[in-house]
């Protein structure tokens, strides 16, 4: 069974940089695809970032040329790269991955919540003014 640990969450100024750790264990495979996601208080759980291994990545629009996604296949590890944040990143950040991708699907389903069935527990950020 997939497990997900996050890490590398914290608090920072605004301007500020971080750099999330995802570390996929409990299978050999390289999964299809993986994702950050976010949940601010009292909001909805958000895609930010999605890569499929080996091939296309992509990104919420508030955060594109700021944030980048990219996984380490050795060590199996996906991390993002957050630069320039703001106070509107806080969040808890969460990881999420997909084994196997199914035969049809529109690029837009790589952001949602609802197509990725493993999950980590998530890490904290805190951009402060």
């Known amino acids: 069974q997939v497990q997900l640990v996050e890490s590398g969450g914290g608090s920072v100024q605004s301007g500020g940089s971080l750099r999330l750790s995802c570390v996929d264990s409990?299978?050999?495979?390289?999964?299809?695809?993986m994702a950050w996601f976010r949940q601010a208080a009292g909001k909805e759980r958000e895609g930010v970032a999605a890569?499929?291994?080996?091939?296309?990545?992509v990104y919420l629009d508030s955060v594109k040329g700021r944030f980048t996604v990219s996984r380490d296949n050795a060590k199996h590890t996906l991390y993002l790269q957050m630069n320039s944040l703001k106070p509107e990143d806080t969040a808890i950040y969460f990881c999420?991955?997909?084994?196997?991708?199914?035969?049809?699907?529109?690029?837009?389903?790589?952001?949602?919540?609802?197509?990725?069935?493993?999950w980590g527990q998530g890490t904290q950020v805190t951009v402060s003014t």
């Open positions: 999420a991955e997909r084994s196997s991708a199914p035969p049809y699907y529109h690029t837009s389903a790589l952001l949602l919540p609802s197509w990725y069935p493993n």
């Open positions: 409990g299978s050999t495979n390289t999964p299809y695809a």
């Open positions: 890569l499929v291994i080996g091939g296309q990545s």
